[in-house]
T-cell receptor, first 113, second 115 residues
Framework: DQQVKQNSPSLSVQEGRISILNCDYT??????FLWYKKYPAEGPTFLISISSIKDKNEDGRFTVFLNKSAKHLSLHIVPSQPGDSAVYFCAASRRGGADGLTFGKGTHLIIQP | GAGVSQSPSNKVTEKGKDVELRCDPI?????LYWYRQSLGQGLEFLIY????????KSGLPSDRFSAERTGGSVSTLTIQRTQQEDSAVYLC?????????????FGDGTRLSIL
């Protein structure tokens, strides 16, 4: 049973436009959420995180939104750049947990010139 | 370097052999994690160390898998009597604190291929 779901395996966006990546979760005990970016043959790189006490966190071109009632989070990238082309993973951890992060299966973002 | 370092970067071995994977976390990070990513799958959590102790080993796929961390720094993941289904990329991560409020920083992984 997947507790973190990224329902879009891939997403194509034109350079300069906004990229919106979505993530849903089922475990109400999750209280810390993260987005990672991954290039081929490299480890995931941390992008941005959000605690469940917030509904928005912004860092430069990246903004994460959290809707706890809908158990949904999204990552907005604006403006999208060619170097943003990568696989993006949503991840979550639960309050008091000692079991690391639970990851979604990723969304491959392709930025078209 | 300042990041998480893993070795070897690639390992090819025959079914039935034992393998040992190594992880050097970021200096000062007390928490260390092992994950694996099989082909076409997301990252699967294996084990977490806070200092030298692992609070929960239930994420390890079988009793052929073991991990240790000594001196609060370097960790090794050992797979005994490897099977073909063990083929995956094994990723190590570290964080300043526990998993609930600190981002984990990943190494580039060890790509393990079992023939």
């Amino acid at each position: 049973d997947q507790q973190v779901k990224q329902n879009s395996p891939s997403l194509s966006v034109q350079e300069g436009r906004i990229s919106i990546l979505n993530c849903d979760y089922t475990n109400s005990m999750f209280d810390y959420f993260l987005w990672y970016k991954k290039y081929p043959a490299e480890g995931p790189t941390f992008l941005i995180s959000i605690s469940s006490i917030k509904d928005k966190n912004e860092d430069g071109r990246f903004t994460v939104f959290l809707n706890k009632s809908a158990k949904h989070l999204s990552l907005h990238i604006v403006p999208s750049q060619p170097g943003d082309s990568a696989v993006y993973f949503c991840a979550a951890s639960r309050r008091g947990g000692a079991d690391g992060l639970t990851f979604g299966k990723g969304t491959h973002l392709i930025i078209q010139p | 370097g300042a990041g998480v370092s893993q070795s070897p970067s690639n390992k090819v071995t025959e079914k039935g052999k034992d393998v040992e994977l190594r992880c050097d976390p970021i200096s000062g990070h007390t928490a260390l994690y092992w994950y694996r990513q099989s082909l076409g799958q997301g990252l699967e959590f294996l084990i977490y160390f806070q200092g030298n102790s692992a609070p929960d080993k239930s994420g390890l796929p079988s009793d052929r898998f073991s991990a240790e961390r000594t001196g609060g720094s370097v960790s090794t993941l050992t797979i005994q009597r490897t099977q073909q289904e063990d083929s995956a990329v094994y990723l190590c991560a570290s964080s300043l604190g526990g998993p609930n409020n600190q981002p984990q920083h990943f190494g580039d992984g060890t790509r393990l291929s079992i023939l």
